[in-house]
């Protein structure tokens, strides 16, 4: 299986539906790596550009590195206007920048698709001397209504972990800094969402079905249930919180 085509029916839903990220993390990466206008940033596994566009007015310039040609395609309709962005049909492993020529990395939900030790050595690569990485993640916060909402997300409602089973080895997100110093920062946050969001954002997973699913009424009926019960005046509040693991990877 190509992994890099997984998103491709899910591009639209995904620059629509998926979650942000907190504010305050947001804030926390430009204020630990002190970006400027002089800065560089490679956004890999850049998706439809849910964290590039939060940069777009902080730095000199962005590089957008998706290898989906849909995720792609979306990058350029949400940001292709902005002079400091440059959409780069990449990947970890080859991102075709030059040696040194980036300041700050960013990840957001996209290292688990990396093979990593190709990934590290291209991180290293274009990395400058003290420059950074920053690992960007969403979590829910471990309640009843989350362990409800999980339930959703199995084989009964036309969940397929194939495509996860086809994702590289993982290692654990220190592999990436070697020997070099990190932090791990969490940030709370909160929004409400109405069942449209909530079933776009749902399906937005890897490995969630697509309307065209034989079994996607039966997950649609359940969620409007799931709904239905922690939801007030039509919408649900949803609390998790933004992780950053940011620092200075040893060469």
């Known amino acids: 299986m190509d992994t890099t085509t997984v998103y491709s029916i899910k591009a639209e839903k995904y620059a629509k539906y998926r979650w942000d990220y907190a504010l305050n993390a947001i804030d926390a990466i430009a204020d630990i790596t002190k970006l400027s206008s002089t800065s560089t940033i490679a956004d890999i596994g850049a998706g439809t550009g849910i964290l590039t566009r939060h940069f777009t007015n902080m730095v000199q310039r962005i590089y957008?590195?998706?290898?989906?040609?849909e995720m792609r395609e979306m990058l350029v309709k949400e940001l292709g206007t902005c002079s400091t962005v440059s959409v780069v049909d990449g990947c970890a492993e080859n991102t075709k920048l030059a040696n040194s020529s980036v300041d700050v990395i960013t990840v957001a939900h996209a290292i688990h698709w990396f093979d990593p030790e190709p990934a590290r050595r291209e991180m290293m690569r274009i990395l400058t001397d003290g420059g950074w990485l920053v690992l960007v993640r969403n979590f829910n916060l471990e309640n009843e209504q989350e362990r409800?909402?999980?339930?959703?997300?199995?084989?009964e409602y036309g969940a397929d972990f194939t495509v996860v089973k086809e994702q590289p080895q993982n290692k654990p997100s220190c592999f990436y800094f070697g020997n070099g110093t990190f932090q791990n920062l969490t940030f709370p946050f909160q929004f409400n969402q109405s069942y449209e969001e909530f079933i776009g954002a749902l399906t937005t997973a890897s490995f969630m079905p697509d309307e065209d699913h034989p079994l996607f009424k039966k997950l649609e009926t359940k969620a409007r249930e799931v709904f239905s019960q922690y939801s007030k005046n039509g919408y649900m509040l949803v609390e998790g919180k933004t992780e950053l693991i940011i620092g200075q990877p040893s060469r």
């Open 64 to 69: 957008a590195i998706e290898p989906n040609v």
């Open 148 to 155: 409800v909402i999980g339930s959703l997300m199995t084989e």
